[in-house]
């Protein structure tokens, strides 16, 4: 009897593994571990590298944080910049963008394409970060070009009041734009997105990554802005900026919070304007 118990359970366990439907839960249930995987790791990986040198920065910078103090700006120096904006981008904003490359995996798996979902998904998160990279090569630039204007301190914050307070003002202005709240909306509905940008292949599914990191930094290049406001490299600074954009994009009444986060910018503004 218990012989023939243990056959009617492995030939069970086997017809269930034939079952398409439980097949598939299988599946996408694989797939989104080795998604959930590289997304904690690579995530984890660009905090490593940022939270010590922000730490640091603030500190004796005689550590990760030491080629910041340099007085000219050549060309190694640029190329190491770059990296920390696009490190810091890639850290702050991919968390926010789980949910659309969750949903666009489990899509890719229910496909003809479904034995390459994971390499689908890489594509979809590589066109995301490119725009985010694209963002990272402006925004030191722009740090460069401050730096040179003596706009920025040393500890890369806004030098004059002035200067601080207009970048709060513009921030909290866009908050409130039409444009702002449309890029919002498909950074909070990735299954509207996905239906709307539907692109197949490989190149396709890179395509739609690239226009959904474009919606993206659409809604949040001027949140990023203002770490020229708090310090570049302020770790408490980058957390919250970090965590509103979570909120933003994934509570349930985040366009309400954008709204009202606006009001709250632009008079976090004019004090400073006027303290």
Request: aromatic share 12%; charged share 15%.
């Amino acid at each position: 009897m218990a012989r023939m118990r243990t056959w009617r359970e492995s030939i069970g366990v086997r017809m269930e593994w034939c079952d398409p439907k439980t097949r598939l839960e299988s599946l996408l249930l694989r797939d989104r571990w080795i998604i959930g995987v590289t997304l904690v790791l690579v995530t984890a990986l660009c905090w490593a590298w940022v939270a010590p040198m922000a730490v640091d920065m603030y500190g004796s910078m005689s550590g990760s944080s030491a080629w910041m103090m340099t007085k000219k700006w050549d060309l190694t120096h640029q190329v190491l910049l770059f990296s920390m904006w696009t490190v810091m981008m890639i850290g702050m904003m991919l968390p926010s963008a789980t949910p659309a490359l969750f949903l666009y995996g489990s899509v890719i798996r229910k496909s003809p394409e479904g034995e390459r979902a994971p390499a689908y998904v890489y594509a979809f998160g590589g066109g995301y970060l490119v725009a985010w990279t694209a963002f990272s090569l402006v925004a030191t630039v722009l740090q460069l070009l401050l730096s040179h204007w003596l706009m920025l301190s040393p500890m890369m914050e806004a030098r004059a009041r002035w200067f601080g307070a207009a970048l709060l003002i513009i921030g909290g202005i866009y908050q409130l734009t039409p444009f702002k709240q449309t890029c919002l909306a498909s950074c909070r509905s990735p299954a509207l997105f996905i239906t709307r940008h539907w692109k197949r292949g490989l190149v396709g599914g890179f395509r739609m990554g690239l226009e959904m990191g474009w919606y993206c930094l659409g809604c949040c290049w001027a949140l990023m802005l203002l770490l020229f406001v708090g310090g570049v490299m302020n770790l408490w600074w980058i957390g919250a900026l970090t965590v509103f954009v979570l909120l933003e994009k994934l509570a349930p009444l985040g366009a309400q919070g954008g709204r009202l986060s606006g009001l709250l910018i632009i008079g976090l503004g004019i004090w400073t304007f006027l303290k």
